[in-house]
């Protein structure tokens, strides 16, 4: 068989299954946020304590598996709507020393990068501002693609004090440890 042939066979097979390849490529631009979920844990004297955000809002979210290095993600947390466990913390966590939710009431992360890993997993690399102070910080996630929907599932950890989070006597570590572990399940849709 002359080259000319297998060259023409091969662009006939390609083209022939084009509209295949991409009827299963799908852009995830909607989140949504009743299935969103994104919580904490942390250690306070030597006890793992838990906690999350009752609302997550996404004035931007764009996520082609297809082509990662094109997402474009930014989300935002009301902070207000943290939920420590009980009324008290929840009222606690507020305070200045704290989170300041008064004067900072929203929590934002805003992506730069995003680099595929291969067998569905990535690194999310962007700013988070919590506080007034921005940090980086990348988070590995894994990408699951059901029934119309994408579950991004993935976990990272802050540390509290480049934040200002438990200031004054709350900046001791040893009472409240630095880090904080974030795990977020972000349910988008095209």
């Given at each position: 068989m002359?080259?000319?042939?297998l060259?023409q066979?091969?662009?006939?097979?390609?083209?022939?299954?084009?509209?295949?390849?991409?009827?299963?490529a799908t852009?995830?631009?909607?989140?949504d946020?009743?299935?969103s979920?994104?919580?904490?844990?942390?250690?306070?004297?030597?006890?793992?304590?838990e906690?999350g955000?009752?609302?997550?809002?996404?004035?931007?979210f764009?996520f082609d598996?297809a082509a990662?290095?094109?997402a474009?993600?930014?989300?935002?947390?009301p902070?207000?709507?943290?939920?420590?466990?009980?009324?008290?913390?929840?009222?606690?966590?507020?305070?200045?020393?704290?989170?300041?939710?008064p004067?900072?009431?929203?929590?934002?992360f805003e992506?730069?990068?995003?680099?595929?890993?291969?067998?569905?997993?990535?690194?999310?690399?962007g700013?988070?501002?919590?506080?007034?102070?921005?940090?980086?910080?990348?988070a590995?996630?894994?990408l699951?693609?059901?029934?119309?929907?994408?579950?991004?599932?993935?976990?990272?950890t802050?540390?509290r004090?480049d934040?200002?989070?438990?200031e004054?006597?709350?900046?001791?570590?040893?009472?409240?440890?630095?880090?904080?572990?974030v795990?977020?399940?972000v349910?988008?849709?095209?």
């Open positions: 002359n080259t000319r042939l060259h066979a091969a662009l006939s097979a390609t083209l022939a299954l084009a509209p295949f390849v991409s009827a299963h852009e995830y631009t909607t989140l946020t009743a299935s979920r994104i919580a904490f844990s942390y250690q306070q004297m030597g006890v793992t304590m906690g955000f009752n609302a997550i809002e996404a004035p931007a764009s598996p990662p290095e094109k474009s993600v930014v989300l935002q947390i902070l207000a709507g943290i939920d420590v466990g009980t009324e008290e913390a929840n009222a606690e966590i507020e305070k200045s020393e704290w989170l300041n939710t004067a900072h009431p929203l929590a934002r992506s730069s990068t995003v680099q595929a890993l291969g067998g569905n997993r990535y690194q999310l690399t700013e988070l501002a919590i506080k007034g102070k921005t940090q980086a910080v990348s590995p996630f894994s699951e693609e059901q029934d119309g929907s994408a579950l991004f599932t993935g976990t990272f802050l540390k004090g934040f200002g989070i438990g004054g006597d709350w900046s001791d570590f040893s009472i409240v440890a630095n880090d904080i572990q795990t977020f399940n349910v988008a849709k095209p």
